[in-house]
Nanobody, 114 residues
Framework: QVQFVESGGGLVQPGGSLRLSCAAS????????MAWYRQAPGKQREFVAG???????NYTDSVKGRFTISRDNAKKSVYLQMNSLKPEDTAVYYC????????WGQGTQVTVSS
């Protein structure tokens, strides 16, 4: 069974930055594509950024140029550097494989507000 533990969220002003971290358990982490997802209040969970096992990345249009996903296979970890944050980025952020498994962590809350 795989588990994901997200951290690094918080309250930040518009234009600020945060770096999210995700620690994964389970075997063969390095062979899976990973991704960050988010769920804003009253909305469905959505894809934010993905990274293949080879390091290729892709992003949803609203975060392109502002967010950067990376991974460290030795640490079984995935990261999301978020810059130039906007109020519409406010959400609970989750990591999972891509495509996602049924196992979701508790997520980490990101609130962008002045």
């Amino acid at each position: 069974q795989v588990q994901f533990v997200e951290s690094g969220g918080g309250l930040v002003q518009p234009g600020g930055s945060l770096r999210l971290s995700c620690a994964a358990s389970g075997s063969f982490f390095g062979i899976y594509a990973m991704a960050w997802y988010r769920q804003a209040p009253g909305k469905q969970r959505e894809f934010v950024a993905g990274i293949t096992r080879g390091g290729n990345t892709n992003y949803t249009d609203s975060v392109k140029g502002r967010f950067t996903i990376s991974r460290d296979n030795a640490k079984k970890s995935v990261y999301l550097q978020m810059n130039s944050l906007k109020p519409e980025d406010t959400a609970v952020y989750y990591c999972n494989r891509r495509p996602a498994t049924d196992y979701w962590g508790q997520g980490t809350q990101v609130t962008v507000s002045s």
